[in-house]
């Protein structure tokens, strides 16, 4: 089983950056797809990125493309969250999740039930 801490967030201004990050422990990190998703008081949790195991095939969400990057660190068993241009409507608690195998398809990626471990959450505000 991963197990999944994020880190990273906080308080930032509008047009402001931070970089999440989200540590892993447990089995093999390498096996599992990465992803990212947010969810703001009273709305549904949203797909923002997913990262493939090997780093080389990533996907995001047409509100966040070109603002944001994901990335990994196999080494370090670590994958990232690079978030600039933050809106204030991107104010949310940032999860990352974890997802067995291969995610070929923006659809599998951005399907919360491809992933079976979640993390426990990092807030990030956005001031306007």
């Known amino acids: 089983q991963v197990q999944l801490v994020e880190s990273g967030g906080g308080l930032v201004q509008a047009g402001g950056s931070l970089r999440l990050s989200c540590a892993t422990s447990?089995?093999?990190?390498?096996?599992?797809?990465t992803g990212w998703f947010r969810q703001a008081p009273g709305k549904e949790r949203e797909f923002v990125a997913h990262i493939s195991w090997g780093g080389g095939s990533t996907f995001y969400a047409d509100s966040v493309k070109g603002r944001f990057a994901i990335s990994r660190n196999n080494a370090k068993n670590t994958v990232y969250l690079q978030m600039n241009s933050l809106k204030p409507e991107e104010t949310a608690v940032y999860y990352c999740a974890a997802s067995p195998g291969y995610t070929g398809s923006y659809y599998a990626a951005a399907d919360r039930g491809t992933y079976n471990t979640w993390g426990q959450g990092t807030q990030v505000t956005v001031s306007p």
């Open positions: 447990g089995r093999t990190f390498s096996n599992y797809g």
